[in-house]
């Protein structure tokens, strides 16, 4: 009986093993780090708006202050979005033709809300206070980014759970003098108080209490 | 579900003529097979693998964020507000404060300036909140069945007022219900000055004549007499509603409990409560000394106390009478001035004249005030003249004749003679199936209005939100038949209080609006005095019938109104623990003479000659030959959730006997399942709910503590919680508000059935002694929050772990059901989904709680001790740097509680309230030996026996 | 030609064979047979004892490593109190422990084999033998390479032939 | 009794060994069997999509009993596996020659029912989709499994039973997948069997390897075997529930699950040595060795019941007592005593030689343990839940058809497996039958 196998069996055979480890090495990679890729989380991709809102006009360029807009920052557990009669308190005098703001014109007119889309958006079971962040010394910049810097709003960071938890760790590095927390691509000085300074200042709670489950999910 | 899809729009569904028609082929949704049919099932079969996959997939749609376009005054995004305003119910006002987030009320608490309320609710109140977001209200005027424009009835009322101008409202009739509303009472009497020929008639089911007449007999005038339990050290009750469904009984519980307590809190005496009943009650259950009589044993023993106390010929106490009657009699005398009788609105106005008497002899604490309610002509008379033709217009305001008017009177046939009549209610109900026109009314939260307290204290209505269907107030419907050149209900009101008002008014108004109460509104003291004839002009004591039946409120669904609310359907009745079922309570030697097993279903047949078929219950503590029947089910007209639940045992009413009537009693030989949430009743010989006489030694026996583990320190918060078993009367207040709270789902009666209701805190009722003079015992049951807690530890995901305050937190969205901690939990206080219940809930998304996750299919769910509430606490004292207040953080069972028996609070503090409550010798832990060191531990239930009286 | 091929149709008779065959000093033998024939043990040349090691070996790694991962996401990595447990509670780690060991001594042992035994390896030059199929039958073959270097074709065949061989071929031919 | 008729070589083995494989013919018998067991492996597919599209809710399972079916019908299979395990792996250690007959049977079935047991944790849970939250993968949450829970070591233990079981299985089939190869004749059956037998030549060489690594590979899976069980009975008594929370569970599962494990074989074995006329390989000796090893579990099993009867009464716990009763008495008191009859009382007829040597009766007595420990799973689940600590929380638990629909199809599923196994695979292990031939008969 003449065997069925020809010395490229062999070859083929390791061929195979070696594709078989190839692809699991391969799709636990992916597992592991496609999560985290700035595309699956969509970290730095502008949003389309109904009004091409620029955060680098209002802020950089105009230095307009966080609260001018997100009225409910350091009160309420949402930022708050400005209603169109806070666009319109300039609007009516500035660009008042400008094609750009027709929906907001429009807004006004007929009485509709406008409907942004949101950038940084949580899960529904995560609870996120804004309130308490800006009261302990942490920076707009700290999650949104340098938005001064952006024509469109973008995500600047995963916002994903391992994220928040490294910060709620160790807050002492994103801390900043409550002078600074609204400022855009602040960096601290020599004069600034230290990370742990602010940290005991604001008493700020303990990692063991921070990273508690209940702290974000109810 | 298409249930979801006509509450969509309102507008499109009034325009839409088959809009009747389409509810015509609603029928309920399956709660139980999770809304899944086999149709749907074989769609899904080939989907669902990538289904599962999908469930795992972490991407979310793209949303959208809708700023305001004009800034609303004092309105912050995600802070949460509270409007103040009134709840009438039964003609009598409670004093609410909603809860508004995102602009939407989402929670009813109770408001700490009203007298009725005094900060708390009961169950029927808080579950209003979920009658406002029913879908399946009425949303389009109905003109025998076919939606009509508002404009044609307009027109057609025009029309009717300038005949009326001339025959001066001759045929016009309106029917309204109890009525304590100074604007709509004033507008009637205008509307009665402009037509004399017309006359305003009430019908309220849930009636209070008796009580009234017994003033009447007994003083000559129609008083009411409002018992202050907080002086009480002696309490008579007959068969009394003080504490359950009274007007006022939340204040009353108050005062109760504060008296019954006594013995942990060592303020003042612990009180002494006897009760005599025919059927168990609230009272009766947390009395020392329940005697279970017939209702006429009830009068003659009454006359006898009565008359031993001075207040009645001494040949009311011939014939034989309980052994026990000269021992009360005895701690009564001797009580003078602080022992007083209450009777139960469903008592004979004999009865409650015997009660006043007793009352007038021992100078009992008990203050008369004028009537609060404004009276008007009766619905017999009513429906007389209807059978009679005389009524050609009849304008129905609220209320539901065609369902719960006395059997006797026709009153179906008698409207159908009416020419023109109109009715003004929430639902398309039996009655707008008769009527000639329905005009769907707005919900009383989207609507302007007054209404007295108990005790007279006027408080205003006021919108909470604008109207989610193009209803109509009752004050817009009388100033229509005025022809009123304006029919704004808030403009109503404000004239009204306006005339009555000195001084800058609308100061004055904006006050009353925040605090929910119009001050030194209360009825003036009335001064009465026993008639001489009082005695001699009491009706002779009728014969008792062999079996009396008495038709009793049912204590949440009362007269039906709130039928298609599922909050209250599946809220267990405090002494059955039956849901979505009415069922006929019969004493246990009663249901043995009767050869009657359990569930197996009666025909009862009143002298009426009307007939019922009702599944048995065999309830201790019932008097024997007495058959208890509860009001409010067998809907036939109403939304979903309500209809053909329970069986309609209105039919047995008649005008003359509303509460009770002699009837026959025979078993059909038919059987069937109630649904309850609570199977064993009683303890099985285990201290769950510990009892100690007042007089006992008082020690805290010491648990020892063995474990190899170190115990984890909790130097931060530790949230800890006590319920006193004194206090509680069990109610379900708690259970109502945490299920209002903490979006827990309806999950219908099958789930029920199958062991599946979703109640994070439960009330447990536990029967003891014998079964014809049994003692009651309620227990609420929340999570333990033990702080070796052993769900967490066979956890393999921990999806349920501790936080730093000590909580036992669950984390929904890392559930992976596997159920293993509901399995370790000693206390079986977790709760499952099953299905998802809270997706098949038709409950409009708007009106779920946003500060609490609604939770999906397949995830362990169980009482948080409120987390979000303290989350929000702690959150606001970190921002202002400051320790957390006690009392700052209240939880939603403490905060409905009447009684005051449940207590929160930081146990790390020692100054705390609810350190002090654990402090007593009474606390205890449940089931302590297993050493899971629960947060929640409960004060021994204390009675105050009277040693002169033999046990049992 | 690289080796002589003798067949035997009995296990006495292979083994007789490989038997003389190392009196004569050969070495490099190979026998092919249905089943594991325990007398060549001791004849033939002895397959290195790497494997029990390696299975020992990943074994420990599997317990150790097992062990550690458990501590380091309780105790070390996400700390969380479960029940009043102390974070790092090895007695609860131990069954985790010791079923990882389980599997990674197993899966070392079962890859292990195959690395050693240099399979899998479809094709095997000798298969190409008239009658090798019998080998894993009812054949007992075995095989001198020429390559040892006490090989010489006409003693290896007289000191086989005695044992009655069914064939003796050179292989290739 | 010999462990093999005379007459037999190597030719005659390898002949009738491989003979069934190469040339199953039209067996009737088989597509009948097959048939019955696709079609409730349908079943079993059917009521896996109802519950993942209706959820868990499909099932009788409610608070308090919140375990039921999966759970049983988990510990029941995963009992059952052990018996291959067992067999090959043990007997092998102790060097009992018997055991080459029947171990290829054995550790076929212990494949098929470790994968009906493998999916019934996954089912039980209420959200299936997310099960792989059990493994310690890193992810974006930066969270790990929780490792005290009994449910976590289960998952590990099951993880590697499945695994080892495979590897074990394959390892000690290999040269037989060499014997179908050589004796194959058409070009599909050579393709199919030599990728199979990867190579596998019989040299000296590889003998050496194959003899260390599957004497490893049998010493490892003996304690892990003994592992899982202890583990699955920690799933149990790792709670604090009255009846569930005893020392003794982990010895009393892996008795009961030897038990089944026993009978299935003695099920299996009995019908194919008759259909496939092996009893000169599987000789009434076998058989005779395995009614034994049965009746040897089954006093252990009795004496786990009684430890567990008794010790409430000894012990002072009111709670343990009362589900003690329970058992006794209460609403699934017959899975209780179902469970008594058939493991204990039943199997003990076959004491007596004569009643040994009557294979149907062996047969009805195994099946009977089949069926026995099914409800002893059953009665362990449920008899502690329903009426536990809280009076006021006592309940019912009963099967709704999607419970049986998944027990049945969970043996469909299988038994198709099993099936398959006999027509692909050679039913007994040829070399290690070769290795029993006396000196004189090893030759062609």
């Known amino acids: 009986m003449t065997p069925i196998f020809g010395p490229a069996a062999n070859l083929v055979s390791k061929l195979v093993l070696l594709a078989l480890g190839g692809s699991l090495v391969v799709l636990l990679l992916v597992g592991w780090i496609g999560p985290s890729t700035e595309w699956a989380s969509r970290v730095g991709y502008p949003v389309e708006q109904p009004v091409p809102f620029s955060h680098k006009h209002h802020v950089g360029g105009l230095g307009l202050d966080c609260r001018f807009c997100h009225t409910t920052v350091e009160t309420s557990a949402t930022a708050g979005m400005p209603p169109t009669h806070t666009c319109m308190t300039c609007h009516s005098q500035l660009w008042t033709n400008a094609q750009m703001l027709a929906p907001v014109r429009q807004s006004l007119a007929d009485d509709k809300p406008i409907q942004w889309t949101r950038v940084n958006r949580l899960p529904d079971y995560v609870y996120f206070n804004h309130s308490i962040h800006v009261a302990k010394g942490i920076g707009c910049e700290t999650c949104h980014g340098n938005v001064a810097q952006m024509p469109l709003m973008e995500k600047a960071h995963t916002l994903r759970m391992g994220w928040c938890v490294d910060c709620h760790r160790d807050p002492r590095p994103n801390l900043r003098p409550k002078s600074a927390e609204f400022a855009m691509g602040w960096h601290p000085t020599a004069e600034t108080p230290s990370g742990d300074e602010l940290f005991k200042q604001e008493h700020i709670h303990t990692a063991q209490e921070l990273t508690d489950c209940s702290v974000c999910h109810r | 579900m298409s249930r979801r899809f006509w509450w969509r729009s309102f507008a499109e569904r009034a325009d839409d003529p088959d809009y009747l028609a389409a509810i015509a082929h609603e029928f309920p949704e399956p709660h139980g097979e999770g809304g899944v049919d086999r149709r749907r099932f074989l769609q899904l079969v080939a989907a669902s693998a990538a289904l599962a996959g999908l469930d795992g997939c972490s991407s979310l749609p793209p949303e959208h964020i809708v700023p305001r376009v004009e800034p609303l005054a004092g309105e912050e995004a995600g802070v949460p507000r509270y409007v103040a305003t009134a709840l009438v119910q039964e003609g009598y006002a409670t004093g609410a404060i909603l809860q508004h987030r995102m602009g939407r009320p989402v929670k009813l608490e109770g408001n700490p300036d009203h007298p009725a309320s005094l900060g708390a609710a009961d169950a029927t109140l808080q579950a209003a909140i979920l009658d406002l977001y029913d879908p399946e209200r009425s949303a389009a005027v109905l003109n025998s069945g076919r939606v009509v424009d508002w404009n044609k009835l307009t027109l057609l009322l025009a029309g009717k007022r300038t005949d009326w101008a001339k025959t001066g409202g001759a045929g016009l009739r309106i029917l309204t219900g109890r009525m304590t509303s100074p604007t709509l009472a004033a507008q009637l009497a205008a509307l009665l000055k402009q037509y004399p020929g017309a006359a305003w008639h009430q019908w309220e089911p849930m009636s209070r004549d008796a009580v009234a007449g017994g003033a009447n007999l007994a003083f000559g005038k129609p008083v009411e007499a409002l018992p202050q339990f907080d002086k009480a050290d002696i309490v008579l009750a007959i068969e009394s509603d003080a504490i359950s469904s009274a007007p006022g009984h939340l204040a009353y519980a108050r005062a109760f409990a504060e008296r019954r307590r006594a013995a942990e809190t060592g303020q003042g005496k612990m009180s002494r409560v006897y009760a005599i009943e025919a059927t168990p009650t609230l009272i009766g259950a947390s009395a020392d000394h329940r005697f279970a009589l017939k209702p006429a044993e009830i009068e003659t023993t009454l006359r006898a106390i009565a008359a031993a106390v001075g ?500 984390v929904y969205n890392r559930c992976v059901g596997t159920r293993f901690c509901s399995n370790n939990c000693p206390y079986k206080v977790r709760r499952f989904n099953f299905y998802g219940y809270s997706g098949n809930d038709p409950r409009p998304a708007m009106s779920w709680n946003p500060d609490v996750t609604v939770r999906g299919r397949g995830v362990m769910e169980k009482c948080t001790y409120c987390i979000q509430r303290i989350r929000e606490a702690k959150i606001a004292a970190d921002r202002d740097d400051r320790p957390i207040r006690d009392g700052e953080i209240v939880t939603a069972c403490q905060q409905a509680c009447p009684t005051q028996a449940i207590v929160f609070g930081d146990i790390n503090d020692p100054k705390s309230a609810v350190s002090t409550r654990k402090a007593t010798p009474l606390d205890y832990a449940l089931l302590e030996e297993l050493n899971t060191r629960p947060r929640t531990t409960y004060a021994a239930r204390v009675t105050n026996r009277n040693p002169a009286i033999a046990e049992g | 030609m690289s080796a002589l091929v003798a067949e035997f149709a009995s296990e006495a008779g292979a083994v007789g064979a490989a038997f003389r065959l190392r009196e004569e000093g050969l070495t490099a033998i190979e026998a092919y047979t249905p089943y594991p024939v325990e007398a060549l043990d001791a004849i033939l040349p002895r397959p290195r004892r790497a494997l029990p090691v390696l299975v020992f070996a990943a074994g420990m790694l599997g317990l150790a490593g097992g062990f550690l991962m458990q501590w380091y996401g309780a105790a070390v990595s996400y700390p969380i109190n479960i029940g009043g447990r102390p974070d790092a509670s090895w007695p609860a780690f131990i069954p985790i422990a010791f079923e990882i060991a389980v599997l990674c001594a197993i899966s070392a042992g079962f890859i292990g084999f195959f690395a050693l035994a240099r399979l899998p390896k479809p094709y095997q030059p000798i298969q190409a033998l008239p009658g090798f199929e019998r080998a894993s039958q009812d054949r007992f073959f075995l095989s001198v390479d020429a390559a040892d270097p006490h090989f010489d074709a006409a003693r290896v065949t007289r000191a086989v032939e005695e044992f009655a061989p069914c064939s003796i071929v050179p292989w290739p031919s | 009794m010999s462990v093999m008729e005379p007459g037999q070589n190597l030719t005659t083995i390898s002949a009738n060994i491989s003979e069934e494989t190469l040339n199953p013919g039209r067996r009737l018998w088989w597509w009948g069997g097959f048939l019955v067991a696709v079609a409730f492996t349908a079943l079993f597919v059917l009521a896996i999509e109802y519950l993942f599209i209706a959820g868990i809710g499909i099932w009788g399972v409610d608070i308090p009993v919140a375990w039921g079916f999966a759970i049983a019908n988990y510990v029941w299979w995963i009992g059952i596996a052990s018996g291959g395990t067992i067999i090959s792996a043990l007997f092998y250690l102790t060097q009992s020659e018997w055991r080459s007959a029947v171990n290829r049977i054995a550790e076929s079935m212990t494949l098929f029912a470790a994968a009906a047991a493998g999916v019934m944790p996954i089912l039980h849970l209420g959200r299936p989709s997310f099960f792989y939250w059990l493994f310690p993968i890193p992810n974006t949450m930066g969270l790990w499994p929780q490792f005290r829970s009994p449910l976590l070591w289960d998952f590990f233990a099951i993880l590697t039973y499945v695994v080892s079981s495979v590897l074990f299985w394959y390892l000690g089939l290999l040269p037989d997948l060499a014997l179908v190869r050589d004796r194959a004749t058409t070009y599909r059956r050579q393709l199919f069997y030599g990728i199979a037998a990867l190579g596998w030549t019989g040299s000296h060489t590889q003998w050496r390897l194959h003899k260390t690594a599957y004497g490893l590979l049998a010493a490892l899976m003996a304690p892990l075997v003994v592992s899982v069980h202890s583990i699955v009975g920690l799933d149990f008594s790792g709670g604090l529930l009255p009846g569930w929370h005893s020392t003794q569970f982990s010895p009393f599962f892996v008795f009961g699950a030897v038990l089944s494990g026993f009978a299935t074989v003695l099920l299996l074995v009995i019908p194919v040595r008759r259909l496939y006329r092996l009893e000169t390989y599987i000789t009434a000796h076998h058989l005779n060795l395995l009614v034994i090893f049965m009746l040897l579990c089954s006093l252990l099993l009795a004496y786990s019941y009684l430890i567990d009867a008794l010790l409430p009464f000894y012990g002072n716990d009111e709670y343990e007592r009362a589900v003690a009763i329970h058992r006794f008495t209460g609403e699934w008191a017959w899975s209780f005593w179902a469970a008594v009859g058939l493991n204990v009382v039943i199997p003990q007829l076959l004491w007596f030689p004569r009643l040994r040597l009557r294979l149907w009766l062996v047969c009805l007595v195994s099946f009977g343990v089949f069926v026995g420990m099914w409800c002893e799973r059953i009665m362990l689940v449920t008899s502690s839940l329903y009426e536990d600590f809280m009076p006021s929380a006592w309940g019912h638990f009963t099967g709704t058809v999607w419970d049986w629909s998944t027990l049945l199809g969970s043996v469909g599923f299988a038994a198709a497996g099993f099936f398959l196994f006999l027509r692909y695979v050679p039913v007994a292990s040829a070399y290690e039958l070769k290795e029993l031939l006396p000196p004189a008969e090893r030759h062609g």
């Open chain 2, 311 to 810: 207040a009645g010929p001494n040949e009311w106490q011939d014939g034989d009478r309980p052994h026990w009657v000269d021992a009360v009699v005895a701690d009564l005398s001797t009580h003078k001035g602080v022992a007083l009788v209450h009777a139960g609105a469903e008592q004979s106005s004999t009865i409650h004249s015997l009660a006043h008497a007793i009352n007038a002899a021992l100078s009992a604490p008990v203050r008369y005030i004028e009537p609060v309610a404004v009276g008007a002509a009766d619905i017999k008379s009513l429906a007389a003249e209807m059978h009679a033709g005389k009524v050609d217009t009849l304008l129905i305001l609220g209320g539901n004749p065609a369902y719960d008017a006395p059997a006797d009177l026709g009153f179906v046939e008698a409207l159908k003679r009416v020419k023109l009549s109109i009715q003004l209610a929430t639902h398309a109900d039996e009655t707008a199936a008769v009527a000639a026109y329905h005009v769907p009314a707005l919900h009383p939260f989207e609507d302007w209005g007054d209404g007295r307290a108990f005790d007279g204290t006027a408080a205003i209505v006021q919108p909470q939100i604008r109207p989610l269907v193009p209803g109509h107030s009752a004050a817009e419907m009388i100033a229509l038949l005025a022809g009123a050149q304006t029919l704004d209900p808030r403009k109503q009101v404000i004239d009204h209080w306006r005339q009555t008002t000195p001084g800058d008014f609308d100061t004055v108004w904006a006050g009353w609006l925040r605090r929910g109460v119009i001050p030194n509104t209360a009825a003036g003291a009335a001064s009465v005095s026993l008639r001489g004839d009082f005695a001699a002009s009491l009706p002779k004591p009728a014969a008792a019938p062999g079996l009396t039946v008495l038709i009793r409120p049912d204590p949440f669904l009362r007269d039906g109104a709130q039928a298609n609310n599922g909050w209250l359907q599946e809220l267990p009745r405090p002494l059955t623990r039956l849901v979505w079922d009415n069922a006929a309570l019969i004493a246990p030697a009663t249901a043995k003479r009767l050869e009657l097993g359990p569930e197996d279903v009666v025909e009862i047949a009143s002298a009426g000659g009307a007939k019922v078929r009702v599944p048995a219950l065999v309830a201790p503590g019932q008097a024997e030959d007495c058959v208890t029947l509860s009001l409010g089910f067998g809907r036939t007209a109403i939304g979903a959730v309500g209809r053909d639940v329970g069986v309609d045992v209105g039919r047995l009413r008649r005008a003359g006997a509303l509460w009770q009537t002699g009837a026959t009693l025979h078993p059909t030989g038919e059987h069937a399942t109630l649904a309850t949430t609570q199977h064993q009743q009683n303890m099985a010989g285990r201290d769950m709910v510990r009892t100690r006489p007042l007089t006992a030694a008082e020690d805290k026996h010491e648990t020892v503590e063995a474990s190899l583990y170190p115990r984890h320190p909790y130097d931060g918060n530790a949230w800890g919680m006590t319920i006193s078993l004194s206090s509680c009367i069990g109610c379900g207040a708690c259970t109502a508000a945490c299920q209002a709270e903490n979006n827990i789902p309806v999950v219908g009666r099958e789930e029920v059935m199958r062991e599946r209701a979703m109640h994070w805190i439960r009330v447990d009722r536990y029967w003891g002694g014998t079964p014809d003079a049994p003692e009651i015992a309620f227990q609420p049951v929340p999570c333990m929050h033990c702080e070796d807690a052993p769900c967490e530890v066979v956890c393999p995901v921990g999806a349920t772990t501790h936080d730093s305050d000590g909580l036992n937190v669950m």
